[in-house]
């Protein structure tokens, strides 16, 4: 019987990518012919038909093969006929059905068998996966972002009694791939069901919790983000407001493509990086962010890797620092093989010792400095220490100082532009030293080619190279720079120029440069004779500073009168046109011969400013044998008044001198120009016979002068500055003069026109030099001797 009856057959509505569960509503959209067949034939009779999911839903016109074979039977409930012919249907589905076979053209009739639910096998494993399931669906529907379920919905779903229809419901809900609904439909067992969907809850709530995690992680950036740009945007508000806020950005950013073309070294370049956001950070206009803006134009001026390429040429050099100076031959020579030795050596040669030219102001130490520098082809710079007493000056403040600036050195390479000028350091012998910090120790790291390398500038903060610059160093006296400092150095000494020497420069290179700048060039010349007049009567002094300040003011007085009315030619300037030029004369030539003079004695001095001649005068009075000195006297020009003093006091017979002075006469030395300190050893002899003089009466000759320590036993010791004092003493008209036996060797190198002017005589003990000194007594006061003896 059962074989022939007829199996249970109904109209198939295939679809193409859709599942749905028994017991759930679904609506489909029907489109094809046969479809649109099936829903009419079940409105027609039984109204069932049978949904069958397509194993791939391009395929327009499945056979059994395309279907999956789990279904479920439905039931129409709502057709809508839509205006392109499509139905909009609404399905009711029953229970699960297995699709056994097709048949039909057109319409297509699908034969199944029903698939009842299964009995459950093991209760309380169905009872814990229904548990896990209902909890698992609430989680999944709480943290699903698209999945809309009212709170009754979920109640109704999670309440529902029946387990299969449980795990079909959610299957229906949740937003699983076609084929993992299949899966589950298809799945008759009721644990196994369960589990399934249990599995895939789980599987969603892993992932949703994974998403929340990213996405919080997300959101933490974005606000962090979100924050600075809010915080960025406020302060440019902020700044705005308070105006040039946008100038202040824009200039942030000028600076910043300043500094990322600047070649700076590595560690100079953070700092200036560094400098710049904090910057950038600053209240425009504030004082604080000045500081900042200067400190970083400071880092962007300095030449850190800008050089000079040099030429080390000697022949030219020799021409260059002849064409710019007249004689100073030794000179020159020292250069040149200081010079020569940087060239041979290389980097070692700049280890050597530094340059010093030494020699009172105006000989042309400058202006040699100038000359290497431009035979080198490098850069000049110039700086003078003079006065400098504190360590600052050369190394600079801290930028906790208001106004701190970097020292002079740096500011002296700032000038420069590359960094291996040749830097001149003018009078380090004025150097001095106090509390603030020695001056000199710095300056000896500057020098010192080990150490300024790495050259630290308090201002700067980050260390600066200077070994590649040549430092020449000048200085008016040796005496009284820091010994530390003059170990380093190669001493040149320019002692100053006779008057036929300073008439050569005068014409060669001084007239020529200030007619030049005064636009006479040509027109104005000077005679010999006038020139000379000028160096005798209208200056004074070692070099030729002032002989220079001389014929520009006349260059100038003869550009005025050439605007006025212009001539033709050369005017010739003869010795008479100088008062109307220059005034009256300031020095008189007194090179007559003066008359000899009691109390009185000239001595030679060396100062700074070269040699010069130096008066003592002496008075004895009656009193108690006390010496009183005056002048500006040093310390140890006092003990050599008193060495002076007892010398006598032992020869006292032999000059006749009263034998009781030392109780009986006050003496008082003084040494006129009482404004400028005078100190040294050297005027030993002079105060000897100034004092032997005042005692005795006797005369001393004007047209001499001295210069010598002495000892108690009456030697005469060597003095320094020969050069000088016997220029100065050629220049003030004596004619002879006494100097110590030891300082021979330093008559060699004298200009030939001092050593023809002068008579040079050189002792070893002090009654040579009072013989030659002292005249014999006038008879007038011989005859009034006795009577002054007795006195006495
Ligand atoms: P210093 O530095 O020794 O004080 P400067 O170099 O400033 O002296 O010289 C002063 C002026 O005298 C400069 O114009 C310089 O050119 C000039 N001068 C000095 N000595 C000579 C010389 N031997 N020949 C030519 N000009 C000279």
Known sequence: MRLFQRKPKRPLLPLRSLVVMPHTQAEVDVGRAGSKLAIERALSAEGQIFLATQKRPEVDFPGLDDLHPMGVLAEVRRVNRLPD????????????????????????????????????????????????????????????????????????????????????????????????????????????????????????????????????????????????????????????????????????????????????????????????????????????????????????????????????????????????????DEVKERILEFLAVRKLAGDEGAKGPILCLVGPPGVGKTSLGRSVARSMQRNFVRISLGGVRDEAEIRGHRRTYVGALPGKIIQGMKRAGSNNPVFLLDEVDKLASDWRGDPASALLE????????????????????????????????????????????????????????????????????????????????????????????????????????????????????????????????????????????????????????VGVAQGLAWTGDGGALLTIEVLAVPGKGRLKLTGNLGSVMKESAEAALTYLRARADRYDLPPDFHEKWDLHVHIPEGAVPKDGPSAGVTLAVAIASALSGRPVRMDLAMSGEITLRGKVLPVGGIKEKLLAAFLSGVSRVLLPKENGPDLAELPPEVREGLEIVLVEDVIEVLDAALLPLAPEVRDARPAWRAGA
């Open 446 to 597: 500057v020098l010192d080619p080990e150490q300024n390398k790495a050259f630290q500038d308090h201002y700067l903060e980050v260390p600066y190279d200077l070994s590649r610059v040549f430092f020449i160093v000048t200085a008016n006296t040796l005496s009284t720079i820091p010994r530390p400092l003059l170990d380093r150095m190669e001493v040149i000494e320019i002692p100053g120029y006779t008057p036929l020497e300073k008439v050569k420069i005068a014409r060669h290179f001084l007239w020529p440069k200030v007619s030049r700048r005064a636009g006479v060039e040509g027109k104005v010349q000077l005679e010999e004779t006038a020139l000379r007049r000028m160096v005798d009567e209208y200056t004074r002094e070692a070099g030729v500073r002032g002989l220079e300040r001389q014929l520009a003011k006349v260059a100038r007085k003869f550009a005025r009168r050439y605007l006025e009315a212009p001539w033709e030619g050369v005017y010739d300037v003869k010795p008479g046109d100088l008062e109307s030029l220059l005034g009256a004369p300031k020095y008189r030539p007194d090179r007559a011969e003066k008359d000899p003079q």
């Open 85 to 328: 012919g499509t139905f909009q249907v609404v399905v009711e589905a029953m229970g699960r059905a297995r699709l056994l076979g097709l048949s039909g053209q057109d319409l297509l009739w699908a034969e199944y068998e029903d698939v009842p639910e299964p009995e459950i096998k093991d209760p309380e494993l169905v009872r814990a996966l229904v548990e896990k399931v209902r909890r698992a669906f609430g989680q999944y529907v709480a943290s699903h972002k698209s999945l809309r379920l009212d709170r009754y919905q979920l109640e109704a779903i999670q309440g529902l009694a029946d387990p299969a229809r449980l795990a079909d419901m959610v299957t229906h809900h949740a937003t699983w791939t076609t084929e993992e609904k299949l899966a589950i439909l298809s799945e008759v067992a009721i644990e196994a069901r369960l589990e399934r969907v249990l599995t895939l809850l789980a599987r969603d709530l892993d992932r949703f919790d994974l998403d929340r995690k990213i996405a919080a992680r997300v959101k933490e950036q974005m606000d962090k983000n979100q924050r600075e740009y809010y915080l960025r945007e406020q302060m440019k508000a902020i700044q705005k407001e308070l105006g040039g806020g946008e100038d202040h950005l824009a200039e942030v950013e000028v600076l910043r493509e300043r500094i990322q073309k600047k070649d700076f070294p590595d560690e100079v370049r953070e700092k200036a990086e560094r400098e710049l956001d904090r910057y950038q950070r600053m209240q425009p206009g504030s004082p604080e962010a000045s500081v900042v803006r200067t400190y970083l134009e400071w880092l962007l001026d300095l030449p850190w890797r800008e050089a000079t390429e040099d030429v080390i040429d000697l022949p030219r050099t020799r021409e260059i620092l002849d064409e710019d100076h007249y004689g100073l």
